[in-house]
């Protein structure tokens, strides 16, 4: 079993609709969580920290709930720039003292004219 | 400012190879890391450098890889015998360290390695 599980997609959502992506991660022992996006060919870039309380930020709203190891993203009023994929990741603050991301397989979201 | 560099941004070698590919942090970031990424897949972790020295190797697949930092800022993966499965976008990573809080990873734009 993988460590962070993502539904790959692809997913295809027209413009001005709201999509969202779900992921499970197995370590319990997870300390922080975060979204990132990755355009094609590009590197990840943060997008968002997730919190057990709910963040939002803008039209991008992320939740944990660690009970049942489970994050989500949820993106309203999409957007043609939203085009991407989406990378879940955990963290777990290794012996070594360092962070150690572990990615998921990414979601693959297209936004239609 | 500037970002993470990393080259060479595409590398094509044949099987048997060896390569070295090169980052170059964000200047004052003491924390480095290595990622692979194949086709499809998230990066995966390689190797963390907290200043000069490899303190989480723990992700390199074989000792046909190995990582230097010698002097703290720049780093220097190096792949001997390349084999085809080999074949990935390496990222380099960089960040502030901090004891409690997470301290966030810049990633450079990776280089494309392929091996045939």
């Known amino acids: 079993r993988k460590e962070v599980e993502q539904d790959p997609g692809p997913f295809n959502v027209p413009e001005g609709a709201t999509v969202a992506f779900n992921c499970t991660y197995s370590?319990?022992?997870?300390?922080?969580f975060f979204w990132y996006r990755q355009d094609c060919r590009k590197e990840p870039k943060l997008l968002m920290s997730?919190?057990?309380s709910g963040n939002e930020d803008g039209r991008f709203t992320a939740q944990l709930n660690r009970a049942s190891q489970y994050i989500s993203l949820l993106i309203r009023d999409s957007k043609l720039s939203d085009s991407a994929t989406y990378l879940c990741v955990v963290n777990v603050r290794s012996n070594f003292g360092n962070e150690k991301l572990t990615f998921g397989t990414g979601t693959r979201l297209t936004i239609i004219p | 400012g500037a970002g993470v560099s990393q080259t060479p941004s595409n590398k094509v070698t044949e099987k048997g190879k060896y390569v070295e590919l090169r980052c170059d942090p964000i200047?004052?970031?003491?924390?480095l890391y290595w990622y692979r990424q194949s086709l499809g897949q998230g990066p995966e972790f390689l190797i963390y450098f907290q200043g000069t020295g490899a303190a989480d190797d723990s992700g390199l697949p074989n000792d046909r890889f190995f990582a230097v930092r010698p002097e703290g800022s720049v780093s220097t993966l190096k792949i001997q015998r390349t084999e085809r499965g080999d074949s990935a976008v390496y990222l380099c990573?960089?960040?502030?360290?901090?004891?409690?809080?997470?301290?966030?990873?810049?990633f450079g734009p990776g280089t494309r390695l392929t091996v045939l």
């Open positions: 997730v919190y057990s």
């Open positions: 370590n319990s022992a997870s300390q922080s």
């Open positions: 200047s004052g970031h003491t924390a």
């Open positions: 990573a960089s960040s502030l360290n901090g004891p409690v809080t997470y301290n966030e990873q810049f």
